[in-house]
């Protein structure tokens, strides 16, 4: 049974095309929101929409770049023609890239120099601004854009994807982790920015869930975990990765106005391994 509270709501949901973000947009739709799926990808964000659709729920697959201004101002044009101005607005876009990431946890000057391994040293600027960009300025652009039509309405919010990165850094991912953390301090930042408009800012902080992105780092192509899948069951107390609809309910309540004195805070939904101290 639908709660009522989203009825009519428009979410615009970026990275919508991808496997956490579109399962996002599903529970909205299931709950009467107007579900506006962004991605760079537009033949994913469509797909997407039309299962919403399919399942009865309304929806669209809109094309933008996170780091385009000019392209998400493209985006929320057609967003107000379609659906209306924004009121929830989840920031999902975000990634890694091989560029930003060591090839070993721990340093070892032995292994140099060594072509096949990548150390901090080896990193290099454009891997680490490709990483910080999508995700941190992917967020900021996108949310000056879409939370403009934000103000003066009733209960609106802004939801952030986080990550266990922000809380302690893992290892051979320095640029990502970086970037999280910074995510989770402009969500505080932004939260008390627009306290006094009622706009809420908040941010989920999945644990380690399986998606194209990591599934190879994380599992082997019979589905038996890697070492460093191994790793990460062992540091989670409930002994699984996460799936899509464990984000669900945290999102809903986040969502929902009767959250309404809940901003500025990141919500860890990662099955105890934030709390987990390994012994």
């Known amino acids: 049974m639908k709660s009522m509270a989203l009825m009519d709501k428009v979410a615009v949901v970026t990275g919508g095309g991808g496997i956490l973000c579109s399962e996002m947009g599903k529970t909205l739709a ?8 962004i991605d760079i990808h537009l033949d994913a964000a469509k797909r997407e929409a039309d299962r919403i659709n399919d399942e009865g729920g309304e929806a669209i697959g809109l094309y933008a770049n996170v780091l385009d201004k000019e392209s998400l101002e493209e985006a929320r044009q057609q967003l107000l023609e379609l659906f209306g101005p924004c009121d929830i607005l989840i920031n999902g876009a975000g990634g890694n890239h091989p560029k930003g990431t060591t090839s070993r946890p721990f340093f070892n000057p032995e292994e140099l120099p060594d072509p096949a391994i990548r150390s901090f040293f080896d990193l290099s600027a454009e891997g680490i601004d490709f990483v910080f960009n999508l995700n941190f300025m992917g967020t900021f652009l996108t949310t000056q854009v879409f939370a403009a039509d934000m103000v003066g309405k009733e209960d609106p919010c802004i939801i952030n994807i986080s990550s266990m990165n922000a809380f302690r850094p893992l290892t ?7 970037a999280k953390a910074a995510i989770s301090n402009f969500t505080q930042w932004l939260a008390v920015h627009f306290a006094h408009e009622n706009i809420r800012v908040n941010a989920l902080a999945p644990g380690f869930f399986l998606t194209e992105q990591n599934r190879t780092l994380l599992t082997q192509p019979d589905g038996s975990y890697t070492e460093r899948g191994q790793t990460v069951i062992e540091h989670t107390p409930m002994g699984r990765f996460g799936t899509p609809q464990d984000l669900s309910s945290t999102l809903l309540w986040l969502c929902d106005p009767g959250s309404s004195f809940v901003t500025g805070v990141v919500v ?8 987990f101290s390994g012994v």
Request: aromatic content about 8%.
């Open 30 to 37: 299931r709950e009467g929101a107007k579900v506006a799926l």
């Open 172 to 178: 051979k991912i320095p640029a990502y982790s970086a």
């Open 268 to 275: 860890p939904v990662d099955g105890g391994f934030s709390a």
